[in-house]
């Protein structure tokens, strides 16, 4: 029963059999690749997860280029080249994605910074001296404790 | 103590700042899903295809270095939206006298043919591309894409939607530059 659960709920995986290539290296390099390019179509899906017909079409142009003696980099280049950064799943760091990659460290910087003031600024603040009760209110004290 | 009174209104702030983000964003026509291009201002990348009308040769590269502008269109004939910029395309070409080379992408030729018979045919040259190869080499994300490759051959305008008047003007403006 567990099993029967296991191959139904089996994650999405759209590679196809006959897509696949016989050396299992090159087939090993595509699923990296596949996993980290995005399907242009589907908004936020890998073409490796993706049924789309141009998902297909995308993993069988990097399986032709794998077979054609690309390198990985290679590979994602001639995807750049053709669908543009938004391929990537992954954004490349570059003058357009500075705040992409630094905004989030850059809020956690700016936040420390003003809690560290803040906590400096509490410490600095002396605590009031107290002066001795008088006379007439440690008589009114003594009178509520009923002493 | 005054800035710890400015401190309240940091949240009604962040308000202001997200409703401006999403005000601008539903106004100015802002489409976050869209992929843009990374075709344009490249080579226009290798146009062979099988021909699609018996008796005429095989489409090659070498129509998009005419000398003039081409446009190359991307349909399907169980596309809808390629019904919708139809009528503009034929405009194109029958007022303009604009070079309109069609590619059925993952069509039948004969179903591609028959679609044109019935609607008219708008294009100079006609091929298909049954498997989706060509169009991946062309950066292609489905149908109906739409290309403008200049005299030079570099690619000009690259749309991922039918074209609507909007598109035809642009079209229309590099195409009476380069011409």
């Given at each position: 029963?567990?099993?029967?659960?296991?191959?139904?709920?089996?994650?999405?995986?759209?590679?196809?059999?006959?897509?696949?290539l016989t050396d299992p290296a090159l087939e090993a390099r595509a699923r990296e690749?596949?996993?980290?390019?995005?399907?242009?179509?589907?908004?936020?899906?890998?073409?490796?997860?993706?049924?789309?017909?141009?998902?297909?079409?995308?993993?069988?142009?990097?399986?032709?280029?794998l077979?054609?003696?690309?390198?990985?980099?290679?590979?994602?280049?001639?995807?750049?080249?053709?669908?543009?950064?938004?391929?990537?799943?992954?954004?490349?760091?570059?003058?357009?994605?500075?705040?992409?990659?630094?905004?989030?460290?850059?809020?956690?910087?700016?936040?420390?910074?003003?809690?560290?003031?803040?906590?400096?600024?509490?410490?600095?603040?002396?605590?009031?001296?107290?002066?001795?009760?008088?006379?007439?209110?440690?008589?009114?004290?003594?009178?509520?404790?009923?002493? | 103590?005054?800035?710890?009174?400015?401190?309240?209104?940091?949240?009604?702030?962040?308000?202001?700042?997200?409703?401006?983000?999403?005000?601008?964003?539903?106004?100015?026509?802002?489409?976050?899903?869209?992929?843009?291009?990374?075709?344009?201002?490249?080579?226009?990348?290798?146009?062979?295809?099988?021909?699609?009308?018996?008796?005429?040769?095989?489409?090659?590269?070498?129509?998009?270095?005419?000398?003039?502008?081409?446009?190359?269109?991307?349909?399907?004939?169980?596309?809808?939206?390629?019904?919708?910029?139809?009528?503009?395309?034929?405009?194109?070409?029958?007022?303009?006298?604009?070079?309109?080379?069609?590619?059925?992408?993952?069509?039948?030729?004969?179903?591609?043919?028959?679609?044109?018979?019935?609607?008219?045919?708008?294009?100079?040259?006609?091929?298909?591309?049954?498997?989706?190869?060509?169009?991946?080499?062309?950066?292609?994300?489905?149908?109906?894409?739409?290309?403008?490759?200049?005299?030079?051959?570099?690619?000009?305008?690259?749309?991922?939607?039918?074209?609507?008047?909007?598109?035809?003007?642009?079209?229309?403006?590099?195409?009476?530059?380069?011409?």
């Amino acid at each position: 029963m567990l099993l029967l659960l296991a191959l139904f709920t089996w994650p999405a995986f759209a590679v196809e059999p006959r897509e696949m290539l016989t050396d299992p290296a090159l087939e090993a390099r595509a699923r990296e690749i596949g996993r980290t390019l995005r399907c242009v179509v589907c908004q936020n899906q890998a073409i490796d997860d993706s049924s789309a017909e141009v998902a297909h079409d995308m993993r069988r142009a990097v399986r032709e280029r794998l077979v054609a003696g690309d390198s990985d980099a290679a590979v994602y280049e001639f995807m750049v080249a053709r669908y543009g950064d938004y391929v990537l799943l992954k954004p490349p760091f570059k003058a357009g994605t500075l705040l992409l990659w630094l905004g989030g460290p850059l809020v956690l910087l700016i936040a420390g910074a003003a809690l560290l003031v803040a906590a400096r600024r509490r410490r600095a603040v002396p605590i009031p001296a107290t002066e001795p009760l008088s006379a007439e209110e440690q008589r009114r004290l003594d009178a509520l404790l009923g002493r | 103590m005054t800035s710890n009174r400015l401190l309240f209104l940091l949240p009604l702030a962040t308000l202001v700042v997200m409703a401006g983000f999403f005000g601008w964003s539903l106004l100015s026509g802002r489409d976050p899903a869209a992929i843009g291009s990374a075709m344009v201002g490249k080579p226009a990348p290798r146009l062979e295809a099988p021909s699609l009308r018996a008796g005429e040769p095989a489409l090659d590269t070498a129509l998009l270095k005419s000398g003039k502008p081409v446009l190359v269109n991307f349909f399907a004939s169980w596309c809808t939206p390629c019904l919708a910029e139809h009528p503009l395309l034929l405009r194109l070409k029958e007022r303009d006298g604009v070079a309109i080379v069609g590619v059925a992408w993952k069509n039948k030729p004969e179903e591609a043919r028959a679609s044109l018979a019935k609607l008219g045919d708008p294009f100079t040259r006609a091929g298909f591309d049954l498997d989706g190869k060509l169009a991946v080499d062309w950066g292609l994300s489905g149908v109906p894409e739409t290309y403008l490759i200049d005299a030079n051959g570099i690619v000009r305008l690259h749309f991922r939607a039918p074209i609507g008047p909007r598109e035809l003007s642009q079209i229309l403006a590099l195409v009476k530059a380069g011409s």
